[in-house]
């Protein structure tokens, strides 16, 4: 059964710091792996989608890596802002068949950004 | 930009009675989802609905629960007799197809409370 962990559980950095988010699952046999933002008491926003096949991903100030054989993957977020406080997931889905359609979530990394 | 909706964002039910979550999907998509998350735990895949018919749930997708898209863009998820446990906030999610390409987008929950 695939475990996704996030380490850390919560993060504090000043503004304008670089930092990097960890996502570990247990099970190489994935799909594509899916990082997304939670604000408190709202819905998931869909931030980047990493295919198996890819080694990253880019939007913004964001950059996701992929490194499927050691079963992790980085959240790199450049420059924070307070606007990036929230609690950021990532998501694994598998290899076509059963189980194939759903995500297996972490339990996240709450991140705040101090001004 | 299109967006995945859910209503109501909070619904308190005692316990024992049925519960409709409603959804509506980004119109152009065809796969459907409901997924959950217990208060400080991680979210969980409840369903995943294709072409009309369930293509995989969990197992906490018992008979408790059903779904059911009554016309073109709604999607529902029902529990019939509702428990304390089924207390969480229930996310609804949709994508383009089935493959792996694509993103889940997520809607903003409804919350459920069972007294």
């Known amino acids: 059964k695939q475990e996704v962990t996030q380490i850390p559980a919560a993060l504090s950095v000043p503004e304008g710091e670089n930092l990097v988010l960890n996502c570990s699952f247990t099970?190489?046999?994935?799909?594509?792996l899916q990082w997304f933002r939670q604000d408190p008491g709202k819905g998931l926003t869909s931030l980047l989608l990493?295919?198996?096949?890819?080694r990253e991903q880019t939007s913004g100030r964001l950059n996701a890596s992929l490194d499927k054989s050691s079963g992790r993957s980085t959240l790199y977020i450049a420059a924070s802002q307070p606007g990036d406080s929230a609690t950021y997931l990532c998501?694994?889905?598998?290899?076509?068949?059963?189980?194939?359609?759903?995500?297996?979530f972490g339990k996240g990394t709450k991140l705040s950004v101090i001004p | 930009e299109p967006e995945v909706t859910q209503t109501p964002s909070h619904q308190v039910t005692q316990m024992g009675q049925e519960v409709i979550l409603r959804c509506v999907p980004i119109?152009?998509?065809?796969?459907f989802y409901w997924y959950r998350q217990i208060l400080g735990q991680k979210v969980e895949f409840l369903v995943s609905?294709?072409?009309?018919?369930?293509?995989?749930k969990s197992e906490i997708f018992d008979d408790q629960f059903s779904v059911e898209r009554p016309d073109g863009s709604n999607f529902t998820l029902k529990i019939r007799s509702t428990k304390l446990e089924d207390s969480a906030m229930y996310f609804c999610?949709?994508?383009?197809?089935?493959?792996?390409?694509?993103?889940?987008?997520f809607g903003p929950g409804t919350r459920l409370t069972v007294t």
């Open positions: 990493i295919q198996s096949s890819q």
């Open positions: 999610a949709s994508s383009e197809t089935g493959s792996g390409g694509y993103e889940q987008y």
């Open positions: 609905f294709y072409n009309n018919e369930i293509s995989e």
């Open positions: 119109s152009n998509h065809l796969y």
């Open positions: 099970d190489s046999a994935i799909y594509n």
């Open positions: 998501a694994v889905r598998p290899v076509a068949g059963a189980g194939s359609y759903q995500l297996t």
